[in-house]
């Protein structure tokens, strides 16, 4: 639980910090260092500018920066200016960018220089001024600011905000579409970031070490947030090195990361040295760590992965708590939610059948809000009183949740409904594979062909029939792929998730291998 215990409003939590530890570290980055006390400095100072500007209480203000400490001073000053920061993602560019910025209808954007471009020729009535963090840019048409002059203001007062107060809108990854605005007050935003002190135990000697961009749900409530909440601090990255990786955690003398499946993999696949275990991490936590090197990877670096399941509405959702660990599973429901696994009738499934995972809040304000400017989306989404994350799984009969697929991401093939998750797991096993992506194509009879697209790791070459071989002997006669692409890299969002929907349209290419037309025939059993 927070070491928090008055309003949960996030400029309140920022004071105190600063009143109780101001001289103390709290961001330690490439981009200079900030004490607590630097922090609010820099965000009242930045809110000053803001209100010069004319930005009012609950108006958006989008933030496309790096993760840096101009990042960090940017995102609280439009906190303590009771704004609602919008982060965008740094990749985004031309309709993806403009679709955010026009939902979102951001008043005000603070933007790299080198980005800044990518603004011109998109209509963004309501954009009125652009912020630029480092060398001047001229944007035809649309007023511009220097930000290290909102730094040069005399830092303003916090303006007062509730807990109901809208904080920020966080836009989905939009793997599978057009991405919705996930609208969070000061409480539910802060729930998900209070969580994970219990899930970590967490205090004021802990470290993060963060290398995943900042406007990601990970880093902003898993690592920064939780480290403001605890009273620690956070070593922030750029992001991933893998050659860097070790000797920066050594050096910033950090206790947890986040990582993706991705970064498990590469990790275990360095050869082993002596001063694997030499660090100060005590766990670290995510999602699809390979379960076949799992327990061998924490044997051979000291520390626990802790597999858990959330989402950019939900924050965490279960994880594994009170040192309750299943193999398998993404761990118990946070004590700020409540979790059940419905069928299509919306009914309780019992433990060990598979349905949709649904949650609601434990307490007021726990969990995002609705969709901004959807109210379709979100009475679907909230319908019969729960929110449905459109996953798929199951409890087990010790209340752990086994996550089995997005239930988007399902293919049906024959009559039967294949897990992409599973494949993938699967062809991940294979040497030679660093990552792939499974997922439907048509096929020529009904339903769906399963098609994957698949990286080798370096140094490595796929070969295409073992490959297929391999499936074959890992999977069930109708999950076996039809279709194999090799591929140097997957499309993917900066939180490295596969944009399987840009797969799916590409479909079958030019160069992928079919299975049929190989003459490779998966046996009856």
């Not at 802790?306 to 939900?314: D, R």
Request: net charge negative; proline share 6%.
């Amino acid at each position: 639980m927070s070491r928090y215990e008055g309003e949960w409003v996030l400029s309140r939590i920022l004071q105190d910090r600063a009143d109780r530890m101001g001289d103390k570290a709290f961001i330690v980055a490439d981009s200079g260092d900030l004490t607590y006390a630097d922090t609010i400095d820099r965000a009242g100072r930045v809110a000053a500018g803001l209100q010069e500007l004319g930005v009012a209480p609950g108006d958006r203000v989008a933030t496309m920066l790096p993760p840096t400490t101009d990042y960090i001073s940017a995102w609280f000053g439009t906190s303590w200016a009771g704004a609602v920061d919008v982060p965008i993602n740094n990749e985004f560019k031309g309709e993806f960018l403009r679709h955010l910025l026009a939902d979102s209808g951001a008043k005000v954007m603070v933007c790299q220089d080198r980005w800044v471009s990518r603004l011109e020729q998109l209509d963004l009535p309501n954009l009125e001024t652009v912020i630029v963090v480092g060398d001047t840019v001229d944007l035809p048409g649309r007023q511009s600011a220097d930000f290290a002059e909102m730094l040069a203001f005399d830092p303003a007062p916090a303006v007062p905000r509730t807990e109901r107060d809208l904080v920020y809108i966080m836009y989905t990854s939009g793997t599978t579409g057009p991405s919705k605005g996930v609208m969070h007050g000061n409480r539910s935003a802060l729930w998900n970031s209070a969580a994970w002190i219990d899930i970590l135990d967490l205090g004021p000697d802990d470290r993060a070490y963060s290398m995943f961009p900042l406007f990601h749900v990970t880093a902003r409530s898993a690592i920064v947030g939780s480290s403001l909440m605890a009273g620690g601090s956070v070593a922030l990255r750029s992001g991933f090195s893998l050659s860097g990786f070790w000797e920066d955690v050594r050096e910033t003398e950090s206790t947890f990361f986040a990582y993706m499946g991705a970064v498990i993999h590469l990790l275990y696949a360095q050869d082993p040295t002596p001063d694997d275990a030499a660090h100060s991490v005590r766990r670290a936590f995510g999602a699809a760590a390979p379960p076949e090197i799992a327990a061998d990877f924490e044997r051979r670096f000291g520390f626990p992965l802790l597999e858990v399941y959330g989402s950019t509405e939900l924050g965490v959702a279960t994880a594994p708590l009170g040192g309750r660990r299943k193999a398998g599973t993404m761990g118990l429901t946070c004590n700020h939610l409540h979790i059940e696994v419905h069928d299509e009738d919306d009914n309780l499934c019992p433990p060990g059948v598979e349905g949709e995972i649904v949650a609601r809040p434990a307490e007021a304000e726990a969990m995002f809000r609705s969709y901004w400017q959807r109210p379709e989306y979100s009475v679907e989404a909230f319908r019969n009183l729960w929110f449905h994350t459109g996953d798929g799984g199951y409890m087990d009969g010790d209340g752990f949740l086994v996550f089995t697929d997005r239930l988007k991401d399902s293919i049906r093939r024959r009559g039967e409904n294949i897990s992409s998750f599973e494949v993938e797991r699967a062809v991940q096993t294979h040497p030679d594979v660093l990552e792939c992506g499974a997922y439907a194509v048509p096929s020529e009879l009904t339903e769906d062909e399963v098609m994957i697209a698949v990286v080798a790791r370096d140094g490595h070459d796929v070969d295409v029939p073992q490959l297929f071989q391999h499936c074959i002997e890992q999977m069930p006669r109708f999950a076996v792929p039809r279709y194999i692409r090799l591929m140097d890299e997957l499309p993917k969002t900066p939180s490295q998730r596969i944009q399987k929907y840009k797969l799916r349209d590409q479909g079958v290419t030019e160069g992928t291998h079919d299975r049929e037309a190989l003459g490779i025939e998966v046996p009856r059993e």
